[in-house]
């Protein structure tokens, strides 16, 4: 049967209630879901702050991702409240018991002074680069700019480095830091892609930043050619959002972890040993930092150098790129994150394990005695073998400890492994 326009606004009407700005307002101020259903560029141009943004044509398709409980109502909005009606009816067809449209959409709600927000404008290149991002409703235009105003620090530039860098560059992260002191080495180009072999002996800080410039030109770079100490981290952490951890000595780790907790900035760690990789993300003060996980160093013997051990090329890539994924996500503030949890690869297997992890209340660093604004750091442990490319593992640490690895479910002792550059 034919129908007229007027006749599928009439039938929308019946099965979707509509409510004005001042209601939709108050609802959203309780709670409720406001979804705007414009186009993309619409939405760019200004929006209702707090709202998602799931364009109309992929409605159907990405509801059930955003709201998954169907009783849970939800308000739609468009720019006059004509595609927001037809599209609660679609979702009524769903099975979606609340679906509201607000009547007079967008345009009205600005007429009437209510605010709302608008994005930071990419340029035309940057929306061709960034298209796939800004089709996601959890990045957006929104995340978009968000990550080309993030600042994200790497401490080494090697095997776990090396595809973090790529990758958090390549998605726009504005302004990335690269610690690093090494010279590139023929024996790294085995898995430390962000190097070439016409670079061999040149400054990896370099190197790297090489390959940055002309995979992105939208990234700033800061190269700090120098160790991490004591007495320069503060000043080489001060300003970014994230760290990425691709340290390779049990010392450098503890004073990252020391100034890190006291500055407030999460650090994404990764560790690799022959097949066999770890991830975790320190929030400082949320979950435990790397002295409760590690208290203690362990002996030489079982800090083997990357030139006795190896390492599988591919192992550092794979938490590279975890590294550079979890990064992404503390940056967009979007889905969760591995505070309070270890991520066990085993390349061989092709398995992931997963442990939680606990604070411990006797830190010297994050437990109950430590503070923001007052975080003294301990005696640093004996340190690792000064080998740029070590590769460390440590035995669990004993039962008596204040805080213990846990695992999900029962399993067999897994040996932590600490880590390398790769």
Known sequence: MTRTFNELMREARGSVREIFPAE???????????????????????????????????LEMEIEGAVADRTEPVILYCATGVRSLLGGQQLRAMGYASPISMAGGFEMW??????????????????????????????????????LASKVLFIGAGGLGSPA??????????????????????????RQVVHTSERVGLKKTESAAATIRALNPDVAIELHEE????????????????????????????????????????????????????????QPFVGPCYRCLYPTSPPPELAPACSVAGVLGVVPGALGILQATEALKI???????????????????????????????????????ASREATAATPQPSAAPADSAAQQFVAPPPVAQPLVVQPLAAQPPVTPVLDSSG
């Open 24 to 58: 939709a307002a108050r609802l959203a101020a309780s709670g409720v879901r406001l979804i705007d259903i414009r186009e993309l560029h619409e939405w760019d141009e200004g929006h209702i702050p707090g709202a998602l943004h799931i364009p109309r044509a992929y």
């Open 110 to 147: 600005k007429a009437e002074g209510r605010p709302w927000t608008q994005p930071v404008m990419l340029t035309p290149e940057q929306k061709r680069r960034y298209s796939r991002h800004l089709l996601i409703p959890e990045v957006g235009s929104a995340g978009q700019a968000k990550l």
């Open 165 to 190: 860098l790529l990758y958090l560059a390549a998605a726009g992260v504005g302004t990335i830091g690269i610690v690093d002191f090494d010279m590139v080495d023929l024996s790294n180009l085995q």
């Open 227 to 282: 160790m991490l100490t004591e007495e320069n981290v503060q000043r080489l952490i001060e300003g970014y959002d994230v760290i990425v951890d691709g340290t390779d000595t049990f010392e450098t780790r503890y004073t990252l972890n020391d100034a890190s907790v006291r500055a407030g900035i999460p650090v994404v760690h990764a560790s690799v040993f022959r097949f066999e990789g770890q991830l975790t993300v320190f």
């Open 331 to 369: 940056l967009l503030g979007i889905g969760e994150s591995l505070v309070g949890r270890l991520l066990i690869y085993d390349a061989l297997e092709a398995t992931f394990e997963e442990l939680k992890l606990r604070r411990d209340p006797d830190c010297p660093t994050c437990g109950a005695g």
